[in-house]
């Protein structure tokens, strides 16, 4: 079984990192998978870590009363999962689930914070990966809201699709 | 050039606004056109509308058109029966550069009715599939509902030499594939960016994200076509309706090289 070391060294997420960084993550790191079905976290839930999946895929949920469970978005492969652990409350903002059996490398919230408390290098280091992230995602959930495809029951946003 | 009549030979629902019909020369004439192309289709007494031609250039009759109802006249055609006659003058416009994208990956995204225009693309590659690196078909829509072509989506989606990635804005329940935009599939598509062509068509808004997106991943900006599907009238080049730029869409379009038409792809209608 490969090192956690050599699992991160690998994750696009870290790559080009200084192996002295990849190695203070990886003394917060360790091997978990999930049951498709299984609930990683829950809305409101204690945020004590992060993923960063290695294989399947996860969706991220919020209740809608009356309708249920809705997915907002689903992720997979070399994703990260979650950064409501990095700052105040500390609470799940989504439920996550593994609509697959999910394999992820998991990072100890506590840990990682407390590193990266000691050493701002190393958080720095860490926001400079996580914010493209995040980003991203806000990018893709604006186009999402924006309703593009838009059909007779939405406005319908420019060429014919 | 005036409408020629053709019949309609069959009419596929697809989704609750969207149909595919089969329609051949009344005269029993031939056809032929390359994927990209277009037809206008005129709905006798009501109007004429530019639209994809979206089946198989090798075996091109019936000539397949995919229609979403939005207006007065594509309503009219959507709604045709069996039997009807639309008229159709075409085929018109550029062709998607399937040649040049021999020996290359091709990454195809669409949106929406933008599948349309590029499943010609999809037979001619898996007619000539060892002539191409990888394929990934990459496919947003609204909703599960709203997904064209679902057989054969599915169909694709069994294949061993093509990735077809599917995802919806809004699922509903007992949907278990993707959620988010079409975006969200291109950092993980299995295609070699610097070897790759890329041919994109949906909402144009969806097409400046997903060339965005497609840079990001390192696609060189003259490997990325798109087709832009402006509104038309005569579609011969003669009334201007279709102005985009310096560009004709309906003589130099609908299909571009992203870098010719780059400037103007966040210019609104004209
Ligand atoms: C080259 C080309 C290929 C096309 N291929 C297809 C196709 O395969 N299938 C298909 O369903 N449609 C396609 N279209 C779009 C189709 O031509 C329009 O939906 C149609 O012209 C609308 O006419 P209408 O009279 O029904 O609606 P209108 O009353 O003219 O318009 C209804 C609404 O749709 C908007 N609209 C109309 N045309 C467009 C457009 N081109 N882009 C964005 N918004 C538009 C109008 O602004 C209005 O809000 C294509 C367009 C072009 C230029
Ligand atoms: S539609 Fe008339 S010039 Fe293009």
């Known amino acids: 079984m490969k090192e956690i070391e050599e699992l991160l060294a690998e994750q696009p997420f870290f790559k080009g990192m200084d192996p002295r960084w990849i190695a203070f993550f990886a003394g917060c790191a360790g091997n978990v998978r999930f049951d498709a079905g299984e609930y990683i976290f829950r809305e409101g839930g204690e945020a004590n870590r992060f993923l960063l999946i290695r294989h399947g895929r996860v969706a991220l949920e919020t209740h809608v009363p009356q309708r249920g469970p809705v997915t907002i978005y689903t992720i997979g492969k070399n994703d990260v999962v979650g950064w409501s652990w990095l700052f105040p409350p500390y609470r799940w903002t989504f439920d996550a689930r593994a609509l697959e059996l999910v394999r992820a490398i998991g990072f100890d919230a506590a840990c990682v914070r407390k590193k990266c408390e000691e050493d701002p290098a190393l958080g720095y280091v860490l926001l400079m990966r996580l914010v493209p992230v995040i980003s991203s995602r806000l990018q893709a959930t604006r186009l999402q809201l924006l309703d593009v495809y838009g059909t007779a029951r939405g406005p319908r946003a420019g060429a014919s699709a | ?270």
Not at chain 2, 103 to 108: N, Q
Not at chain 2, 157 to 183: C, E, K, Q, Y
Not at chain 2, 199 to 220: D, H, I, N
């Open chain 2, 1 to 270: 050039m005036v409408p020629v009549p053709f019949v309609v030979r069959r009419v596929r629902r697809e989704t609750h606004d969207t149909a595919t019909l089969d329609l051949a020369p009344a005269n029993g004439d031939g056809f032929t056109f390359r994927p990209g192309q277009f037809n206008m289709l005129y709905a006798f007494g009501i109007g004429e509308v530019p639209i994809s031609i979206s089946g198989d250039a090798q075996r091109p009759l019936p000539v397949a058109h995919t229609v979403r109802a939005v207006g007065a006249v594509s309503t009219a055609i959507r709604t045709v029966r069996p039997g009807a006659m639309v008229g159709v003058r075409g085929p018109f416009g550029t062709a998607w550069p399937v040649e040049a994208a021999e020996r290359m990956d091709v990454v195809i995204v669409a949106g929406g009715i933008g599948l349309a225009p590029l499943r010609p693309v999809l037979y001619h590659l898996l007619a000539f599939r060892e002539r191409y690196g990888r394929v990934a078909l990459l496919y947003g829509a609204r909703t599960p509902q709203d997904l064209l072509f679902r057989r054969e989506l599915e169909q694709w989606r069994g294949r061993f030499d093509l990735h077809v990635g599917v995802t919806v804005d809004a699922p509903v329940s007992g949907w278990i594939g993707d959620v988010g935009v079409v975006t969200t599939l291109i950092p993980h598509a299995p295609f070699d960016p610097q070897d790759a062509l890329a041919l994109v068509c949906g909402p144009e808004v969806m097409m400046r994200f997903t060339v965005a997106e497609l840079r990001k991943r390192g696609v060189p900006a003259e490997r990325i076509v798109l087709s832009l599907e402006r509104n038309m009238k005569c579609a011969i080049g003669l009334c201007g309706h279709c102005q985009f730029g310096p560009h004709f869409v309906c003589r130099q379009g609908p299909v571009f090289r992203y870098p010719e038409v780059e400037p103007l792809l966040t210019v609104k209608e004209v």
